[in-house]
């Protein structure tokens, strides 16, 4: 008489075991999370630059008034011809007048944004992580320069 044995075999187990975690691998590298996240970050920075450009060009037009209304923004070029701009937060820098802070006119004042939108990875109300400067034809410029994997910074212009 045999005795006979009933499930499976330790090398059926590794084999499917094997195949998992192969299966696996693969479906993580199709899906891959990280330029998931890094796109989803660039897709708010995108979004936060046209809201800030929105109220902007709202602050200008419906109530008359002028960019340099909100604060000290430097044009786009300085005189050589090199790229500048001010960055959007509330840290004070009177000598410098590289930041301006936007709140107190476009959300606090004016009511036409929420509250001022900021960098998903650096942002912080001191410096949000986006710029604003005007172009030498007048017209808005709002940038993202923390875009990650782009070639350019994320820009809008009005």
Do not use: H
Not at 29 to 41: E, L, Y
Not at 64 to 84: F, H, M, T, V, Y
Not at 96 to 112: C, F, I, R, W
């Amino acid at each position: 008489m045999k005795k006979r044995y009933e499930g499976f075999s330790l090398i059926e187990i590794l084999v499917v075991v094997a195949l998992i975690i192969i299966l696996a691998a693969i479906t993580i590298i199709a899906i891959n999370p990280a330029k998931n996240f890094r796109d989803t970050r660039n897709a708010q920075r995108a979004s936060d630059v046209n809201a800030i450009l929105n109220a902007v060009t709202q602050y200008t037009s419906e109530q008359n008034k002028r960019l340099s209304d909100l604060g000290s923004i430097l044009p786009c070029e300085n005189a050589s011809g090199d790229p500048q701009s001010t960055k959007i937060g509330s840290t004070p820098s009177v000598t410098t007048g590289d930041y301006v802070d936007l709140a107190p006119t476009l959300v606090e004042s004016a009511d036409l944004i929420v509250a001022i939108p900021m960098d998903p990875s650096t942002g912080t109300e001191e410096d949000t992580g986006y710029t604003i400067c005007e172009t030498s034809g007048g017209r808005v410029q709002i940038a993202a320069p923390g875009a990650e994997q782009v070639a350019e910074p994320i820009v809008v212009k009005r």
